[in-house]
T-cell receptor, first 111, second 113 residues
Framework: QKEVEQDPGPLSVPEGAIVSLNCTYS??????FMWYRQYSRKGPELLMY????GNKEDGRFTAQVDKSSKYISLFIRDSQPSDSATYLC???????????FGTGTRLLVSP | EADIYQTPRYLVIGTGKKITLECSQT?????MYWYQQDPGMELHLIHY???????EKGDLSSESTVSRIRTEHFPLTLESARPSHTSQYLC????????????FGEGSWLTVV
């Protein structure tokens, strides 16, 4: 079993939809949770960074962490075609900063 | 925005050739990393460095080697390329400290024919 599970998609939505992307994990020691956006043939770009449980909002993006369920989410409001990309969740514990990544969910937002 | 640069971005090379993928960062970050990513697959850590003269192997076994002679520079070398080395190689860096995030370069796409 992988430490981090993420549905690879693709997830297809119309422009303006609310998108929910999710990851589950098995290691209860994870404390730092990140979402990266990766366009085709580009490096991952950090979108959201959360420590421990709770919510964090940045513009159209909201990250949620539920440590009791070992479940994290990224919500995208008013989705745009430019949001079409692969979204990777990543997480790590304290100490060494090795990130464990999900496989990524490919999102397609149609005009 | 992260200032981390990788060259070449794209490389097609014959089997048996020696390759060096360059990575430089201008942020003064102590920690640097190399990840390997096949299309549609997750990232795998192949090398990391805590600082100058420090290098360690990551989770995924790799025939590549790295060096860290200067803080800003973390090149990856393949002595004899094989088709199985065809992949995307992503360099990343982060500051020291438990709360710091990792920033990635644009990636180097390697094709060995």
């Amino acid at each position: 079993q992988k430490e981090v599970e993420q549905d690879p998609g693709p997830l297809s939505v119309p422009e303006g939809a609310i998108v929910s992307l999710n990851c589950t994990y098995s290691n209860s020691a994870f404390q730092y949770f990140m979402w990266y956006r990766q366009y085709s043939r580009k490096g991952p770009e950090l979108l959201m960074y959360t420590y421990s449980s709770g919510n964090k909002e940045d513009g159209r993006f909201t990250a949620q962490v539920d440590k009791s369920s070992k479940y994290i989410s990224l919500f995208i409001r008013d989705s745009q075609p430019s949001d079409s990309a692969t979204y990777l969740c990543a997480m790590r514990n304290t100490g060494f900063q090795k990130l464990v990544f999900g496989t990524g969910t490919r999102l397609l937002v149609s005009p | 925005e992260a200032d981390i640069y990788q060259t070449p971005r794209y490389l097609v090379i014959g089997t048996g050739k020696k390759i060096t993928l360059e990575c430089s960062q201008t942020m003064g970050h102590d920690k640097m990393y190399w990840y390997q990513q096949d299309p549609g697959m997750e990232l795998h850590l192949i090398h990391y460095s805590y600082g100058v003269n420090s290098t360690e192997k990551g989770d995924l076994s790799s025939e590549s080697t790295v060096s860290r002679i200067r803080t800003e520079h973390f090149p990856l070398t393949l002595e004899s390329a094989r088709p199985s080395h065809t992949s995307q190689y992503l360099c990343a860096s982060s500051e020291s400290g438990s709360g710091n995030t990792i920033y990635f370069g644009e990636g180097s796409w390697l094709t060995v024919v």
